[in-house]
């Protein structure tokens, strides 16, 4: 079992397989990268499946892949099977933006994929086309289509902005209600890469707007997860995750590993450590002993406000960690 220096017990890792993406969200990557990391940096699919075995024998029991938009990386279904065949009851879990599932959905499926979080900001083709920068939606729908056909159980993600999605949030929420997928509302979390005109809307707003039509109760916190949920009148669940906040950090179960190997404790925290040259040397007596240093450093609480209380802006790129 892997425990941090809090007492916490870490069984969930997040694995960026890339940091390129075929959109540019305003909120994440408006524009290209000035330089990539060059692809002989990124682990191989075997190197990151190398370090996630030490992972698993060690207590993780849940990993999802993320990116970047891992859809974009080759033979992603080929990594999906390596680690699902490693581990059967492994909890296995993909975030993409759906662009690319009306193809992959029924492969990463039968390679032992369970479930995806999609990104839908939008139902509107000229607002999606706005944030996303490409004329998306109708292809991404289609791409949910295919996870939900192929037995994939989805969930759906959307960062609420200012004059962009305001006006559609119970739009996204009755979709979600009426194909069934729970949807998560996630505060707009600043970052430098991000557009200076993405501006977020925070919980309050968010359950303002949703309040104009249904009636909901604040559900009692169960798990890790860092999503509040609220249960409509009529028995629908959806949640908001609100970054800005630490009361999540208590039950905190994740570390994230990056492309090119580096292993975050926290999102919010500038700490990290490679595992990179261990994983290549094959040693991975010293791939366990980092994974351990990195748990012992896992801070308490994210350090996403200043003492003052008030947002602090990260270098970290959103595409680079995975989200
Ligand atoms: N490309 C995939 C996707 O679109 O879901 C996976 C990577 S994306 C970085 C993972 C998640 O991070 C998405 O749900 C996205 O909405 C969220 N995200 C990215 N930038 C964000 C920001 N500045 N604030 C809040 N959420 C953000």
């Known amino acids: 079992m892997l425990v941090d220096g ?28 000035f330089s990539w990391v060059p692809k002989e940096n990124l682990l191989t699919y075997e190197e990151l499946f190398k370090f996630i075995k030490v992972g698993i024998d060690e207590g993780i029991t849940k990993v999802r892949i993320t990116g970047g938009e891992p ?38 499926s039968d390679a032992g994929l369970k479930r995806i979080n999609v990104s839908l900001d939008s139902l ?15 292809t991404v729908l289609k791409g949910i289509q295919a996870a939900t056909d192929a037995g994939l159980k989805v969930k759906v993600n959307c960062v609420p902005m200012q ?17 069934g997928y729970p949807v998560r509302f996630i505060e707009y979390m600043e970052n430098q890469h991000a557009t200076d005109v993405a501006k977020g809307l925070n919980s ?15 559900l009692e916190r169960s798990g890790s997860s860092p ?26 179960n994740r570390i994230r590993l990056t492309a090119s190997g580096v292993l975050i404790p926290c999102l919010y925290f500038e700490d990290a450590q490679s595992i990179k040259d261990a994983i290549q040397e094959n040693d991975i007596d ?19 406000n200043d003492e003052d209380g008030d947002a602090v802006t990260s270098t970290r790129a959103f595409y680079e960690t995975g989200g």
């Open 227 to 252: 999503s509040q949920d609220y249960k409509t009148e009529d028995g629908y669940v959806f949640g908001i995750i609100e970054p800005h906040k630490d009361d999540f950090c208590a039950t905190c």
């Open 71 to 108: 859809l974009l990386r080759e033979g992603l279904e080929n990594f999906v099977k390596m680690i699902a065949d490693y581990k059967e009851d492994i909890d296995l879990a993909l975030t993409t933006n759906a662009y690319l599932l009306p193809q992959a959905a029924q492969k990463l």
């Open 204 to 218: 309050a707003q968010i359950q303002d707007i949703i309040r104009k039509k249904y009636n909901f109760t604040k």
């Open 286 to 304: 010293k791939a366990a002993a980092i994974l351990k240093n990195v748990l012992a450093n896992k801070p308490e609480k994210n350090k996403w």
């Open 124 to 138: 509107k083709d000229e607002v999606a086309e706005k944030i996303a920068q490409k004329d998306v939606l109708k």
């Open 163 to 179: 004059g962009v999605n305001d006006n559609e949030l119970i739009d996204i929420l009755e979709y979600c209600k009426e194909k």
């Open 6 to 33: 809090y007492g916490r017990k870490v069984d969930y890792l997040r694995v960026s397989v890339t940091e390129r993406c075929n959109f540019r969200c305003q909120y994440c990557m408006p524009e290209k990268p």
